[in-house]
């Protein structure tokens, strides 16, 4: 079956560092959509992406999508304390038939 | 997400016991999902609901069971034959299909004796 993986798992910065994760798929994806869970929350939808290539900016947030629809990628630029949680890719293969698929997750830990 | 809500917010389970966790909708959202989330994990689908009277089961469905009688119903019994129920259970809903945004409702926390 499909697969999303995401990596890394944890990542540590310090206040005003930027951050990555990255999400790869066993198989092509008709779209991608980012979630954020802040600790003892749920989650909370973000953005979607579905053109192959495609990439969207929210304030200091930005979402790839690539040219092969396998994987995705969020950045975010000089990391803030709100931004700590745990970040989710999850893909949606083209028959749409099942839920999506996510992955297991990034955690954000920020040092001030 | 304020449409939905789940209850109860923390549940105790004894073992060999069923319980029933409720997720309702006020959202007039036509699909409905439950996903377990462990520790330190991601969320795994356990069945979904496109429609009233209908579901399907998802990743790892045994254990679990659910109805659909209503449109804004969607409760998941969790049986003696999850072995491991202890997680955290999310209930979802989208507009249609699944390619649409997914909202969340605030989670029940289960926890066996």
């Known amino acids: 079956?499909?697969?999303?993986?995401?990596?890394?798992q944890y990542q540590h910065v310090q206040e005003g560092e930027d951050f990555t994760t990255?999400?790869?798929?066993?198989t092509t994806l008709?779209?991608?959509?980012?979630?954020?869970?802040?600790?003892g929350g749920h989650p909370v939808f973000l953005i979607q992406l579905v053109k192959s290539g495609e990439v969207?900016?929210?304030?200091?947030?930005?979402f790839q999508f690539g040219e092969a629809k396998k994987n995705s990628s969020l950045h975010i630029t000089a990391t803030q304390?709100?931004?700590?949680?745990?970040?989710?890719?999850?893909?949606?293969?083209?028959?749409?038939?099942d839920g999506l698929t996510f992955g297991k997750g990034t955690h954000l830990i920020i040092q001030p | 997400d304020g449409g939905i809500t789940q209850s109860p917010k923390y549940l105790f389970r004894k073992e060999g016991q069923n319980v029933t966790l409720s997720c309702e909708?006020?959202?007039?959202?036509?699909?409905?999902y439950w996903y377990r989330q462990d520790p330190g994990q991601g969320l795994r689908l356990i069945y979904y609901s496109q429609i009233v009277n209908d579901f399907q089961k998802g990743d790892i469905a045994e254990g679990y069971s659910v109805s659909r009688e209503k449109k804004e119903s969607f409760p998941l019994t969790v049986t003696s034959a999850q072995k491991n129920p202890?997680?955290?259970?999310?209930?979802?809903?989208?507009?249609?299909?699944?390619?649409?945004?997914q909202y969340f409702g605030p989670g029940t926390r289960l926890l066996v004796l």
């Open chain 1, 1 to 8: 079956g499909q697969q999303v993986m995401q990596i890394p």
């Open chain 1, 22 to 26: 990255y999400c790869n798929s066993s």
């Open chain 1, 30 to 39: 008709s779209n991608i959509q980012w979630y954020k869970q802040r600790p």
């Open chain 1, 56 to 62: 969207k900016k929210q304030k200091r947030l930005t």
């Open chain 1, 81 to 97: 304390t709100t931004d700590v949680g745990t970040y989710f890719c999850a893909g949606l293969t083209g028959g749409g038939a």
């Open chain 2, 25 to 32: 909708q006020n959202l007039n959202h036509d699909a409905m």
């Open chain 2, 86 to 101: 202890t997680a955290f259970y999310l209930c979802a809903t989208s507009r249609g299909a699944s390619r649409e945004t």
